[in-house]
């Protein structure tokens, strides 16, 4: 059983920052890959951010320079740091793992969501 908890949203004025941070407890060790998305209001639920477990990373062009991503591998944790926020920002952020089995089989999990919202 595998379960990610996230924590670190909130309301925030435009040009302020966040950190969310997202814990996996369970059984698997390793992800391959962690990362965050996002869904505004009638939106579709878009990748914000993703980290491999070497280390790769790539992000949406809408964060590119505002948003970091990082994750301590020892304690399963993701996290994504937001500076510069603006109302274009506020969704349900939700944190996402995926892990690869022998068998190449692709295992995804998802955490419950943490709102964040960018007041102007």
């Known amino acids: 059983q595998v379960q990610l908890v996230e924590s670190g949203g909130g309301l925030v004025q435009a040009g302020g920052s966040l950190r969310l941070s997202c814990v996996a407890s369970?059984?698997?060790?390793?992800?391959?890959?962690m990362g965050w998305y996002r869904q505004a209001p009638g939106k579709q639920r878009e990748l914000v951010a993703g980290?491999?477990?070497?280390?790769?990373?790539n992000y949406v062009d809408a964060v590119q320079g505002r948003f970091t991503i990082s994750r301590d591998n020892a304690k399963n944790t993701v996290y994504l740091q937001m500076n510069s926020l603006r109302p274009e920002d506020t969704a349900v952020y939700y944190c996402h793992a995926q892990y690869s089995s022998s068998l190449s089989q692709k295992y995804d999990y998802w955490g419950q969501g943490t709102q964040v919202t960018v007041s102007t």
């Open positions: 980290i491999t477990s070497g280390g790769n990373i």
């Open positions: 369970g059984s698997i060790f390793l992800f391959d890959t």
